[in-house]
């Protein structure tokens, strides 16, 4: 297995505690202060409480090779019972996270080119755990295309805004992630990100007048 995504749901009740989804594991993978094992993690790790609320955590995207860590990226986060997180391993080597449907890190990395997914619980406190696990295939189809004719355009002196009627995704995939623009022209051969939303509009892109514009839907 290479591509495909591992989403846990957690059961915070108090401080501590450390929370992983592992991708393209080996049969002998373990994270915790003695790690075994190689893989990618993407780890919530010390959710923190004050006044009974869950109010911080921090997120780390980990390789691990012959049990030897790497961190590839990292972040805080918000936290709460019952929150979600979701790892995508990408065909293209991305390690996609979200929580609560909002990206948060995507580092590459190609160095371990298959493995199992999974999830690991360690030092958690009594009354926190992982109280779902759900493992799907990594969703290739791309949505539904935008109609052309319901783009519209508003040009400013320094930006353009533009809108356009909203698209689903395929009656097989997993949802509709945003919108994004790029930028395309004889100086810009390769295509130039400019901006993405999930909503069907774009409020000012910068400095793009007289230059070709095309949206494309990505999933999750």
């Known amino acids: ?37 190689s893989y990618y993690a993407v780890e919530v790790a010390n959710p923190t409480f004050s006044n009974g609320i869950c109010i911080s955590a921090s997120l780390y995207v980990w ?3 012959a049990g030897s860590p790497t961190a590839l990226a990292s972040t805080s986060i918000p936290c709460h019972d019952n929150m979600v997180v979701r790892a995508v391993m990408h065909p293209a080597g991305y390690i996609i996270t979200y929580v609560d449907n909002v990206p ?21 406190p009594t009354g926190n755990s992982i ?17 052309s004719q319901t783009v519209g355009v508003s040009a400013f002196p320094n930006r353009v805004d533009l809108q356009w009627q909203g698209v689903s995704d395929d009656a097989n995939g997993i949802g509709l992630y945003a919108y ?35 949206l494309h839907p990505s999933g999750r």
């Open 1 to 37: 297995m290479t591509s495909y995504e591992v989403r846990m749901q957690l059961t915070l009740a108090q401080s501590g505690g450390y929370y992983a989804a592992l991708l393209r594991a080996s049969s002998d993978a373990v994270l915790s202060s003695v790690n075994a094992g």
């Open 63 to 65: 390789k691990v090779i």
């Open 104 to 124: 948060y890190l995507w580092p590459s990395d190609t160095q371990i080119a298959s493995g199992a997914p999974g999830v690991t619980v360690a030092f958690a």
């Open 131 to 147: 109280s779902l696990v759900q493992l799907g295939a990594f969703d290739s189809t791309p949505p539904n295309t935008i109609n």
């Open 180 to 214: 994004q623009i790029y930028r395309h022209d004889s100086n810009h051969p390769t295509d130039v990100w400019i901006g993405g939303d999930s909503a069907p509009f774009i409020l000012g892109c910068d400095g793009l007048l007289q230059h070709y514009l095309y």
